[in-house]
């Protein structure tokens, strides 16, 4: 059980560290991306905040051009928000911002608000009378439920958007006529009973979350072409119903849509979906759909979430259109045996198919270019594959059966899948040939026999935990065309390599990853070429348990060696990290690789030194400075990137970091855009 090994591998590092390394990076299109401040502040009967979101990175990104209502301060039990404070317009109520707010009976809500956030005014059961102006275009979640003496609502015509419940538990639905509740083209409720075939308005152009929520009577259900959103959990708990018809205009339908329908046997969802998704605690759109035994996936779906079909335990057979590039966990691994996957198709996402016991047939394309971690494991399928090495359109994505010995991958081998050869404990080497040019995360984390690794001249990045508690391996060689070792959550790509001694790492590497060394315990020394650029923390000089040990980094002054002994000093109370400087190879000269070129606006191409003696110490371009004559002409960054933005001239110039002399210049000329 491999996967179960790896969540036991990392438990006990996960309780030693606790939190994550966290990086702050620059402004992204006008809204800083800051570190948590206290920016709250009161004026009126209100408190305000900046309204904030979450990049791809979890950075939290803050616009200060704005403000959000975070509260209620007054003493009154009628209120109105101002449309702007401090010459900032107030654009959105924030998150329970009125949550079981008692005294509150009248809000008036100006149109500067755009959009009122879940459970805002969550109840709060003395309010009886909402006044929306036109601009707000968006009610969230749950936005008014439980207001149990609402009564009169003012809803604009600019709201286009309505969450799961907006209104659920309060006089005001409960006193609509009976029949479908609309809010401007959407179906945002049932008031009374819904039997039998449910009729939708054909200009209906969206279904809210929850709008039929256990309608249990509900035997069928036309979706018209007007709709362009099933909203989450719409139709869940409709446990009679028995025939869902989606039109041709709906295009999302979000998570739990159709959960729990356990009368659903059959459905058809057409290539104008684009995109299927989970909803609150990961809720499949057709989760728990126990009847379901057939279901089309027309061409044109591009986005299938994870667990859409979990618990579907009548759904046996399954085919996923070549539209869909990437193929997750669908959900249902206790009774799915055939998968077919259409031409187009690209990635089988990590453990994808995990633990589907019955899973015997795969039919994979040879669209499939990547294929993740344990996208297979503990199924019939990879039990049925010949022993050794299980390829897949040239991926070595699993091992089947106990390896032995040498591995040897073919030489045309594109790709090693991450977790590939975990806990091969009797493999003692591998050569990786030069076709590969990744070895991902935890490929040979446990291979505890292994004591030879040679690393091709095609790895460009190692992963982490690729070599995790490998506890035989003595010394590797890291080669110049591996640019990065990289982390993988709790784990650097050597971490616990109790018996390694010697490793030499090449010119050309770049990155050394958080913990890419960590308890390597047997390890005392090494030299940093000046090609890296950056030291993750806690990569050298720790054991297992975060305790320091004798270390000593060998490498030039000024470079990233230098600068991880520092951080270690100044960061580590109990730090025993050591530098020892080398005698650095000085350049006689140094020049771009081009001294002149002509562009048109808006063109690039970037600059790189050649220096003399080409193995001079500081020849690489990140320690050179880069600047232009005329930024209005040309700009260059700091890696030699070069872009003309209007017609004329400039002199584009590198400056050594190390001494500050101007080393090289290029002349930048920029033709006029054509009329």
């Known amino acids: ?62 616009n200060k051009k704005e403000l959000q209502v975070v509260g209620y301060v007054g003493s009154g039990s009628k209120a109105t928000i101002p449309a702007s404070v401090a010459g900032k317009p107030v654009t959105s109520i924030d998150y329970g911002a009125f949550m079981d707010d008692w005294r509150l009976s009248e809000i008036v809500i100006p149109g500067s608000v755009k959009i009122i956030h879940n459970r805002a005014f969550f109840n709060c059961t003395s309010l009886t009378k909402v006044t929306m102006g036109n601009g707000v275009s968006e009610i969230g979640n749950e936005v008014f439920q439980g207001c149990s003496k609402l009564t009169e609502i003012k809803i604009p015509a600019s709201v286009t958007n309505l969450g799961n419940n907006a209104f659920a538990e309060t006089p005001w639905l409960a006193n609509q006529p009976a029949g479908v509740v609309y809010i401007n083209n959407i179906a945002c409720a049932y008031s009374g009973t819904a039997k039998g075939t449910l009729t939708i308005k054909t200009d209906t152009k969206a279904i809210a979350g929850s709008a039929f929520y256990g309608q249990k009577q509900l ?19 409709c446990s009679g119903l028995t025939k869902v018809t989606i039109g041709t205009g709906v295009s999302v339908i979000e998570g739990g ?14 290539g104008n979906v684009k995109e299927i998704q989970n ?62 996957l259409g031409n187009g198709v690209a990635e089988i996402n990590r453990w994808a198919f995990s633990y ?52 040897s991958l073919k030489a045309d081998t594109k790709a090693i899948s991450g977790g590939a050869f975990l806990d091969q404990e009797q493999l003692t080497s591998v050569t990786f040939p030069n076709s590969i040019k990744e070895i991902p995360e935890l490929a040979f984390a446990g ?16 992963g982490g935990g690729a070599f995790f508690d490998c506890t035989k391996l003595t010394e590797i060689v890291i080669p110049g065309n591996v640019k990065r070792l990289l ?45 890296v650029t950056s030291i993750d923390a806690w990569a050298f000089g720790y054991d297992g348990g975060f305790e320091p040990t004798p270390f000593t980094i060998k490498g030039y002054r000024s470079t990233a060696a230098e600068s991880y002994v520092k951080w270690e000093k100044e960061t580590m109370e109990n730090s ?7 005698t650095p190879k000085n350049m006689t000269s140094t020049k771009f690789n081009r001294s002149s070129s002509t562009l048109g606006v808006k063109e690039t191409f970037s600059l790189s030194l050649i220096a003399t003696p080409t193995n001079a110490t500081y020849r690489y371009n990140h320690y050179f400075t880069f600047s232009s004559s005329d930024k209005t002409v040309a700009t260059v960054n700091s890696t030699g990137k070069v872009t003309a933005l209007k017609a004329g001239t400039a002199k584009i110039t590198a400056t050594s970091k190390i001494d500050g002399k101007i080393v090289a210049t290029c002349t930048v000329t920029v033709k006029p855009a054509p009329p």
């Not at 996967?3 to 299109?29: D, K, N």
């Not at 291979?447 to 190692?462: A, H, Q, W």
């Not at 025993?576 to 080398?582: E, G, P, R, Y």
């Open 487 to 531: 982390p993988y959550q709790v784990s650097g790509a050597f971490t616990r390599c109790t018996a390694l001694k010697k490793v030499t790492i090449e010119e050309g590497v770049t990155e050394i990853g958080w913990k890419a060394f960590f308890g390597c315990t047997q390890l005392k020394e090494v030299v940093i070429p000046s090609s």
């Open 1 to 62: 059980m491999k996967r179960g090994r790896i969540a036991c591998l990392f438990l006990a590092l996960v309780l030693c560290i606790g939190v994550f390394p966290v990086q702050v990076f620059a402004a992204v299109s006008g809204q800083a991306v800051v570190a948590y401040e206290e920016t709250q502040f009161t004026s009126g009967s209100f408190s305000y905040d900046y309204p904030y979101d979450y990049d791809a990175n979890y950075n939290r990104i803050v």
């Open 219 to 237: 035997t069928s259900v036309s979706i018209p072409n007007s709709v362009k959103k099933i909203g989450e959990s719409a139709f869940l708990g």
């Open 257 to 270: 849509a159709f959960s729990e329908c356990t009368k659903l046997a059959e459905i058809r969802i057409p």
């Open 279 to 340: 909803g609150y605690g990961s809720e499949g759109a057709f989760s728990e759909c126990t009847a379901l035994k057939k279901v089309t996936l027309v061409n044109g779906i591009e986005k299938i979430a994870n667990h859409t079909f979990s618990g579907c335990k009548n759904l046996i057979e399954l085919s996923i259109p070549g539209s869909v590039k990437c193929v997750g966990d669908l959900g249902n691994g206790n009774s799915l045996k055939k998968i077919v």
């Open 356 to 407: 589907y016991e019955n899973l015997s047939e795969i039919v994979i394309p040879t669209s499939v270019q990547t294929i993740g971690m344990g996208a297979f494991e503990a199924t019939k399928w990879l039990k049925n594959q010949p022993a050794g090495v299980v390829y897949v359109n040239k991926i070595a994505c699993a091992s089947n059966g106990t390896m032995k010995g040498a591995l």
């Open 576 to 582: 025993v990290v050591k530098f020892s400087a080398l």
């Open 447 to 462: 291979c505890s026999g292994l004591t030879n690794v040679t690393i091709g001249k095609g790895v460009v990045t190692i």
